[in-house]
């Protein structure tokens, strides 16, 4: 079993940046990657970044490149998303997410990760 716990979310401005944090807990020895996805009640849950756990290549959705950044810190247990210049529209709830099929590449499909985060809120105000 693995617990992901999410932090960081909250009010604001748009324009702004925030730094999303999810804390791996459990048997995290076999995990792959990790990823970030975000959803709203009126969208499906949206792929967003992915970072392996062990040599730290990434993968983003088109839609968040050159905004979104995904990093890890393997002593902490634990990968952030740092997004930049914030939009109304980046408002949503922000899951992490772990992968622990080995050599599988990073993937977009929330189908195909294995544990999940409770989310974090993130509302931005324009």
């Known amino acids: 079993q693995v617990q992901l716990v999410e932090s960081g979310g909250g009010l604001v401005q748009a324009g702004g940046s925030l730094r999303l944090s999810c804390a791996a807990s459990?048997?995290?020895?076999?995990?792959?990657?990790m990823g970030w996805f975000r959803q709203t009640p009126r969208k499906e849950r949206e792929f967003l970044a992915a970072?392996?756990?062990?040599?730290?290549?990434?993968y983003y959705a088109d839609s968040v490149k050159g905004r979104f950044t995904i990093s890890r810190d393997n002593a902490k247990n634990t990968v952030y998303l740092e997004i930049n210049s914030l939009k109304p529209e980046d408002a949503a709830v922000y899951y992490c997410?772990?992968?622990?099929?080995?050599?599988?590449?990073?993937?977009?499909?929330?189908?195909?990760?294995?544990?999940w985060g409770q989310g974090t809120q993130v509302t931005v105000s324009s």
């Open positions: 459990g048997r995290t020895g076999s995990m792959y990657a």
């Open positions: 997410a772990a992968d622990f099929l080995p050599k599988s590449g990073l993937r977009s499909d929330s189908n195909l990760y294995d544990y």
């Open positions: 970072i392996s756990w062990s040599g730290g290549a990434t």
